[in-house]
């Protein structure tokens, strides 16, 4: 069987018009068709970039060509201090991040059941969360001083509140009519919850995740620059300050790697625990 | 007398199971402080294996009187018993079927149906095995057994309406609410499930309440109907449908019966 699969394939890259090597030929073209039509524009930006650099057509000194920046993040990393900043700036934003997943989901949960603990704390999460968490910094570090304390709490400040409003409305979207069904078939509190309204809050906490993992990077990044000499985004200010723009541009592709790595996590993490939402219809 | 006595006592003799006593039931719901009744000293005793149908305009009380025999909705004045037990709160031994089927998305079909089962505790517990033999049970009397492991948004409105039905049965009820149950199926889809609610009922042996707008299903389904008035100074009537199993639609007997039942609405 794969002997034969290898053999069409031989076949059909060599242009034979046989309908048995039709198939594979056709699976590649389609196969390269998808990777191109999802990053073909990717591919090409970076191309252009590195050919910009070298022809000249932008100041090769502020876009250095690829392998420039390449060379330069592998000499970070082997020799540099770009692992142990990439190493501080996980663990600063990761902290910050679990302890705000543990504190926005339960509470979120409980608020969006109890309709007078929503009310009663809703006009002061709205205070809280509309005060931008960058101008609340200077504070905390006069309560925190300047070191990682600071930094772990405004990232998770910034975090909790997308988390935390979205589980609430995912809890008040539940629909009742199903919490009215299960009543009927005599379930108790606990099930009611464990059942209907945690599944059904589900979908909302996870944007929550997405945009709270979003804010944790920012929040990761700008208080990096403001105060600390480790971590990413110190990093880039310290290289740009230096005058090392390839090395800028490395802490910025770090960053920006983080991020997707962050919102891949919690995809997969979706389709495993929602997969009744995308099953085919 | 007896049965009064018996029943106060929370014990319930075999032969009131599936029994279902309404006496000098009223109910009115207070609608921006005016109090508007709803149901007024209603007095109805069904049978057990009986199939009662309820008609009537809309806003006449229908689902009202469902949701207070599913203990959803509390009564005003008067006396609910099913199987000698009065009524106060949800119970195991009424299962309510609503308009919509109410699946949980999120669960495969087999895992809806088990659905009551699972959620029993305590020595009422069921064993996980013998739950989802039970809920493959009822998925194949409703015809599903192919869908087991389907979504419910993977479903037709009919299919899914189906499941809610097997979900219902397999927590083996002494009586079935049904509240329009085929109200948004289309009319073919309708007429196949009236058949096969019919043949379940038959072999269930449960006793059946339901409500509708469909006069037609209310004769092909109903030992009696039960002809809930608009205006609350009317009394509510019974008619009998005294038509052999099973029934054909065509039949003039049959027509006659759609016909009186259009008379109780001044509609003939
Ligand atoms: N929870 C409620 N609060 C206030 N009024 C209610 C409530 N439920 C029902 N009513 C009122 O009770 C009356 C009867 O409602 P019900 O739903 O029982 O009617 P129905 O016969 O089922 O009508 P339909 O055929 O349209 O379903 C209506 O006038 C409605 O406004
Ligand atoms: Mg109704």
């Known amino acids: ?281 | 007398m007896t049965a009064a006595a018996l029943s106060a006592n929370g014990s319930s003799p075999a032969s009131t199971r599936g029994e279902v006593s309404i006496r000098d039931l009223s109910k009115s719901f207070r609608i921006a402080g005016r109090d508007f009744p709803v149901i007024r000293n209603l007095n109805v005793a069904i049978g057990a294996g009986e199939s009662l149908v309820i008609v009537g305009a809309s806003g006449s009380g229908k689902t009202t009187l469902l949701r207070i025999l599913a203990g959803l909705e509390t009564a005003d004045a008067g006396d609910v018993r099913v199987s000698g037990r009065q009524v106060s709160g949800v119970g195991a031994e009424r299962a309510m079927i609503f308009q919509e089927p109410r699946l949980l998305p999120w669960v495969n079909v087999l895992g809806n149906v088990a659905f009551g089962l699972e959620l029993r505790q305590g020595a009422r517990k069921v064993p996980r095995r013998e739950a989802e033999a039970q809920a493959r049970h009822y998925l194949s009397l409703v015809g599903l057994t192919d869908f087991a492991d389907a979504f419910p948004r993977q479903l037709s409105g009919g299919m899914a309406q189906r499941v809610g039905i097997a979900r219902a049965l397999a927590v083996q009820p002494e009586i079935l609410l049904l509240d329009e149950p085929f109200g948004a199926l289309d009319a073919m889809t309708r007429i196949t499930m009236q058949n096969e609610l019919t043949r379940i009922w038959h072999e269930e042996q449960v006793t059946m309440v339901l409500v509708t707008h469909d006069l037609e299903e209310a004769v092909y389904l109903a030992d009696r109907v039960l002809v809930l008035p608009k205006e609350k100074h009317r009394a509510p009537r019974l008619l009998d449908i005294d038509l052999p199993r099973p029934r054909d639609r065509s039949s003039p007997a049959f027509t006659r019966y759609r016909e009186a039942l259009l008379q109780e609405f001044g509609l003939h």
């Open chain 1, 1 to 281: 069987m794969s002997v034969q699969d290898v053999n069409s394939t031989v076949v059909a890259l060599n242009g034979e018009e046989e309908t048995g090597g039709q198939k594979p030929l056709q699976s590649l073209l389609e196969g390269a068709g998808r990777f191109l039509s999802r990053y073909g524009l990717l591919i090409g930006f970076l191309l252009l970039w590195h050919v910009a650099s070298i022809q000249r057509w932008v100041n090769p000194s502020v876009f250095p060509p690829l392998d420039d920046i390449a060379a330069a993040f592998w000499r970070g990393m082997t020799q540099g201090s770009l692992l142990a900043d990439l190493g501080i700036s996980l663990q600063r934003s990761g902290i910050a991040f679990v302890a705000a997943v543990a504190v926005a989901v339960p509470l979120g949960l409980f608020m969006g059941q109890i309709r007078a603990v929503e009310r009663a704390l809703d006009p002061i999460l709205q205070l809280f969360r509309q005060t931008s968490a960058l101008a609340l910094y200077p504070v905390f570090i006069l309560l925190l001083g300047l070191g990682e304390l600071s930094k772990v709490f405004v990232i998770f400040w910034a975090t909790i509140f997308p988390l935390l409003l979205s589980t609430i409305g995912g809890v008040k979207e539940v629909d009742p009519k199903l919490v009215e069904m299960a009543r009927v078939y005599g379930a108790s509190r606990l099930q009611v919850f464990r059942r209907v309204v945690l599944p059904g809050a589900l979908p909302s906490i996870f944007v929550g995740l997405r945009l709270s993992a979003t804010m944790a990077l920012l929040m990761l990044i700008a208080s990096e620059m403001i105060g600390a000499n480790q971590g990413l985004g110190f990093q880039v200010m310290n290289a740009q300050f230096n005058f090392q723009i390839p090395l800028m541009f490395s802490a910025i592709f770090l960053l920006a790697a983080l991020g997707l790595a962050a919102n891949y996590t919690i995809v997969l993490l979706q389709r495993r625990l929602c997969r009744w939402s995308n099953a085919p219809v």
